[in-house]
């Protein structure tokens, strides 16, 4: 089974990467209001049976820093 983690600084949380990429935009005449650059993560799991709980887990644990960042799993049909 494949699954995709979206994960993304959440709201209010400082974002470097995204306000470098809003000036560099800005640099070459392209106006962006916000920028926020994140993270993807893609996985390849065999068990289907507790693949939810298992992704969740591993966003918990490793992927993700709940604390500044947010996450979206992605299965199935959802990752096209």
């Known amino acids: 089974m494949r699954v995709t983690v979206l ?5 209010g ?6 306000e470098a990429v ?7 005449g392209l106006e962006a209001r916000a920028v926020h650059v994140g993270r993807v993560v893609d ?7 507790d693949a939810q ?4 887990h591993m966003c918990r644990e490793l992927l993700a820093n709940p604390l ?3 996450y979206e799993i992605l299965a199935g049909e959802e990752r096209a």
């Open 7 to 11: 994960i993304r600084p959440k709201p």
């Open 13 to 18: 949380i400082l974002d470097p990467q995204g």
């Open 22 to 28: 809003r000036d560099a935009l800005a640099k070459l």
């Open 43 to 49: 996985l390849e799991l065999d068990d289907t049976k």
């Open 53 to 56: 709980a298992t992704v969740e």
């Open 68 to 70: 500044i960042e947010s």
